[in-house]
């Protein structure tokens, strides 16, 4: 006997839930040596395809498509952060690499005003690309919001939306090291939030005569 729409539904809703709570779990784990970045992207990777399984259960392509702007928002604004740099102070840092190795590892007997400028100039490249990266996380943190709290108010979750909002608080606090810890606590909360997913979609409102 085929399965029902519903019961479809709630199998891919149940699949969001270990997927969803497993990515997360992956995604706290970044800080970890070596390892943590790509078991980030796992964990990223498999958050997606849970929202994914969401948005199909709830019949609504806006909240997939919301997310997955947020996902290609961060990874534009890394790769633009690191475009950055490297064009703007690759050349300062090649040239203060190569003074100091003439110089027998030391900038002792080199004239200090280029050095300085140099040094500026790798610090200042540093902090533009560090700005755009800061301002790519903020635009992506306010589509992941949506998601979320499309995910929240249809599945009537009431953890999705305020994990979306402290992703955005994050973001805007990320200028100072704050952010990082309110970045540590939605995910915590992602966590939870998937985990505590109901198994079966809301019936739909009766609609009265």
């Known amino acids: 006997m085929r399965p029902s729409s519903r019961e479809m539904a709630s199998s891919q809703i149940t699949d969001a839930k270990i997927l969803g709570g497993i ?18 992207i796992a964990g990223l990777v498999l958050v997606i395809i849970a929202v994914r399984r969401i948005a199909s259960a709830l019949g609504d392509q806006r909240i997939f498509n919301d997310a997955l702007v947020s996902v290609i928002l961060l990874i534009v604004g890394l790769a633009a952060g690191v475009a950055i740099v490297l ?10 690499l190569s003074m100091f190795s003439m110089n027998g590892g030391t900038f002792g007997d080199l004239a200090q005003g280029e050095v300085f400028q140099l040094i500026t100039a790798v610090l200042g490249s540093i902090l533009v690309g560090l ?11 306010i589509y992941l919001r949506k998601s979320f709290n499309a995910i929240g108010v249809r599945l009537r979750s009431s953890l999705f939306p305020t994990v979306g909002i402290l992703y955005i608080v ?11 810890i309110i970045w540590l606590v939605a995910l915590i909360l992602q966590i939870i939030a998937f985990f505590t997913l109901p198994t079966e979609p809301p019936q739909p409102e009766s609609v009265g005569p």
Not at 23 to 40: E, K, Q, R, W
Not at 87 to 96: D, K, P, R
Not at 131 to 141: D, K, Y
Request: charged fraction near 0%; charge should be neutral.
């Open 23 to 40: 990515g997360s779990i992956l995604m706290i784990l970044l800080p970890v040596p070596y390892a943590g970045p790509a078991l980030y």
């Open 170 to 180: 994050g973001a805007v606090l990320a200028i100072i090291l704050i952010g990082f």
């Open 87 to 96: 064009l703007t102070g690759l050349a300062s840092i090649i040239q203060l």
């Open 131 to 141: 700005l755009v990266l800061w301002g790519f996380s903020i635009a992506s943190s």
